[in-house]
């Protein structure tokens, strides 16, 4: 098995403006989820400052995607408070609609809109959530596309366009929301070596100019690069959280180390 | 690969090879027929006992359509044509005998709509395709002509029932009411109760003022054009005009029954399937009998609702049905990810159905869709049942006629053909827009 915890870039992470500041972006206090009878999330308690790099590791089936789909009400808690910006999420759908308007995420398959060419893709959430004018958000989503560095493919169709192309015109959708946080849920996980790097390079960029992220995935280098957090997740329960150093050199928990044993391949 | 050597594991290709023409057998006309007629001892086999049996078909069929009858004015008339072109075969004078559809396709086409009046149903129908072309052809043809078809609506029935010019005004200044409605108010008392004020000021606009307001105008400015009662409507006129507005009315009805299908509200969900089920689980011509005979009798007595109309709401609710089991199919069809993706950026649940859902759900379901046009469009020959003079009602008035009693196949012949044009029609368009709407690039 490769090292994943190899570092994901050779040049120097630029630090000037990823601070983190006293401000509280999430709140998650007693959280609780049930599939059924199924109990999936349990007692989750986190708080994500403003600024903070979060990825979220763990085995299959340990709720880490639950948790952050729970962040934007992809999926309802059944207990506990959820505070997103100030906001906490109730069943008033004008709430969750402000959160989902104010929170992006970007998911392991893309969902991109076929029917739609990759600008359209990006214009239509502003256009019609924000009631931004079209040539107002036709100039966001050129800027965003370039700073993902595809303006060129933006007259296609997300079918024509590889997975990892596909990924940054996700993170570029998401971003003409002009979001205050990210979510990201394996992003990386559907896709080849080689187009891994370059959507990790689009999210380092990202982590550059100071966004709040929460980041599930398996990229132990981009944790250790990049996260000031890392947290670790088993049976539905927060394991162990730590600075990525600490976490990676000096892991706590039996369950920790033995993940961490496989996953890095030692 | 004359350069890699057998006895050496290693090997640099040294010149890279030029691109070559494929082998003359497998391109061309020669190429195609090897591959798609003459592939193994089976498929020839079949090959050529298809076109045998194609030859001979033609070879019957030919000389029946090429018969000298076109003048004949009674079906012994043609028999003696028939004789004098000396096509006596050993069971008699074999031969179509068309003079039957020379004398009566008029009638086949309008029924016994007034002869100076043809012209508005021909007007009608011709302006149906302008009103069509910006919906069916929106890339090629101006947004501004979508106008137009608002307007459509409201001329059809016009046109082909003739009266004032103000019931369809009138009409029209309900669906105003509507919107009008719906786009001031919804500032002052939200959207939900906005909806429900407007649509029950249409409800009363139509039900009780409309009438007197429409009245009172004609009687001021009487612009009218001579009014046809529906019993008078016929032949392909008949069936054109209950299926183009039972195939408009099906689809809207459909994908609100699809949507309220999936809804998670228990009293929407149970109401779209206890109708969904019941309307599939009737036959269509039972239906149409309640709309002919039964609902007179549930209805207060002097009322007069005309029978086209009640045949028309009959054919749309069953077509209904159908139509939202087609696009229910192509909702479950989209995977569970394009909703989220919706949903994570912040679009409402009628945002995200009208702008992710929709189009990508219909555009799975076309071919169940028109499916169930045609079908829809076959079934309006059923209105003979219930003594409504469609084609296939006709051919029983023509046969009732001295002169062609027992003429058949060429009445058939002719009402198959008609039918054939648009079902055809509407099937390759099905295929042009499948095409148009393909931006996944499997």
């Known amino acids: ?266 | 690969m004359s350069d890699t050597h057998a006895e050496t594991v290693a090997f640099v290709r040294d010149t890279m090879l030029p691109q070559q023409e494929p082998p003359a057998s497998t391109v061309g006309f020669l190429g195609w027929s090897k591959t798609n007629l003459f592939t193994g001892p089976f498929n020839t086999i079949v090959t050529v006992l298809c076109s045998v049996f194609i030859v001979w078909l033609l070879w019957m069929l030919i000389p029946w359509l090429l018969s000298p009858t076109w003048n004949a004015t009674s079906l012994g008339e043609c028999r003696e044509f028939l004789v004098a072109a000396g096509r006596v075969g050993e069971h008699g004078a074999s031969g179509a005998c068309w003079g039957v559809i020379r004398e009566r396709w008029i009638q086949l086409l309008f029924g016994f709509y007034p002869a100076d009046l043809y012209w508005r149903p021909i007007l009608a129908f011709v302006l149906l395709f302008v009103a069509l072309a910006p919906v069916l052809f929106s890339d090629k043809v101006p947004g501004r002509l979508l106008m137009f078809t608002m307007i459509y609506p409201f001329l059809f029935p016009w046109l082909l029932w003739g009266g004032t010019i103000w019931s369809p005004i009138c009409a029209a200044l309900g669906f105003v009411i509507l919107f009008a409605g719906v786009k001031y108010l919804s500032g002052v008392i939200g959207q939900l109760a906005s909806i429900i004020v407007s649509v029950l000021a249409a409800a009363a606009w139509w039900l009780f003022v409309s009438g007197a307001v429409q009245d009172a105008l004609a009687s001021i400015l009487p612009l009218a054009i001579q009014s046809v009662p529906s019993r008078d409507f016929g032949g392909m006129m008949l069936s054109i005009t209950i299926g183009v507005v039972a195939i408009a009315c099906s689809l809207p009805l459909g994908i609100v029954l699809a949507l309220g299908r999936r809804s998670d509200l228990l009293i929407v969900k149970s109401l779209c399937v206890g109708f969904i089920e019941f309307i599939r689980g009737v036959p269509l011509i039972t239906l149409l009998f309640v709309a002919s005979t039964l609902l007179n009798i549930f209805m207060p007595p002097g009322t007069s609702f005309d029978i086209i109309l009640r045949v028309i709401i009959m054919a749309t609710l069953f077509a209904s049905a159908y139509m939202a089991e087609v696009i229910r199919g192509g909702l479950a069809a989209l995977p569970k990810g394009q909703y989220e993706g919706a949903d994570s950026l912040g679009l409402d649940y009628w945002q995200s159905q009208r702008l992710i859902i929709m189009p990508q759900a219909l555009k799975i379901s076309i071919p169940g869709i028109v499916s169930t046009f045609i079908g829809l469009f076959k079934d309006t020959t059923l209105v003979s049942v219930i003594g409504l003079l469609d084609p296939l009602g006709l051919t029983n008035s023509i046969r009732a006629d001295q002169a062609w009693n027992g003429i058949v196949w060429e009445l058939y012949g002719f009402i198959a053909v008609l039918f054939f044009i648009f079902c055809f029609g509407m099937s390759r368009y099905s295929m042009y827009l499948e095409n148009r709407l393909k931006t996944d690039h499997r």
């Not at chain 1, 990823?18 to 709140?27: F, L, N, T």
């Not at chain 1, 299959?60 to 906490?88: A, F, P, W, Y």
């Not at chain 1, 990924?167 to 559907?190: H, N, W």
Request: aromatic letters at 6%.
């Open chain 1, 1 to 266: 098995m490769t090292d994943t915890s190899a570092a994901v870039t050779d040049r120097e992470i630029d630090r000037s403006q990823m601070k983190v500041s006293d401000e509280v972006a999430i709140e998650i206090v007693n959280m609780n989820k049930w599939y059924g009878t199924f109990h999936v999330l349990r007692d989750i308690n986190l708080t994500v400052n403003r600024g903070e790099r979060i990825v979220i590791a763990g085995p299959s089936g340990s709720g880490k995607s639950t948790m952050i789909r729970c962040i934007n009400r992809l999926e309802e808690h059944q207990q506990g408070k959820i505070v997103v910006d100030g906001t906490e999420l109730t069943s008033d759908l004008k709430n969750i609609d402000k959160i989902r308007s104010e929170v992006g995420m970007c998911f392991q398959h893309f969902n991109l809109f076929p029917h739609l060419t990759i600008l359209e893709n990006c214009t239509l959430a502003p256009i019609w959530v924000r009631k931004v004018p079209k040539k107002e958000a036709e100039a966001t989503a050129m800027h965003f596309l370039e700073k993902v560095k595809i303006p060129d493919q933006a007259l296609k169709y997300p079918g024509q366009l590889s997975g990892g192309q596909q990924q940054r015109v996700a993170i570029a959708r998401s971003l003409c929301m002009k979001p205050r946080i990210m979510l990201f849920d394996e992003p990386t996980s559907a896709l080849d070596p080689e187009m891994i790097k370059e959507v990790l390079d689009t999210m380092i960029e990202l982590a550059e100019e100071g966004m709040t992220m929460l980041c599930v995935t398996h990229e132990m280098g981009f944790a250790r690069q990049v996260a000031n957090r890392v947290i670790f997740m088993d049976q539905g329960q927060i394991v162990e959280q730590n600075e990525p150093e600490e976490f990676f050199n000096n892991p706590k928990s039996e369950r920790t180390k033995l993940f961490l044993s496989q996953i890095l391949g030692h």
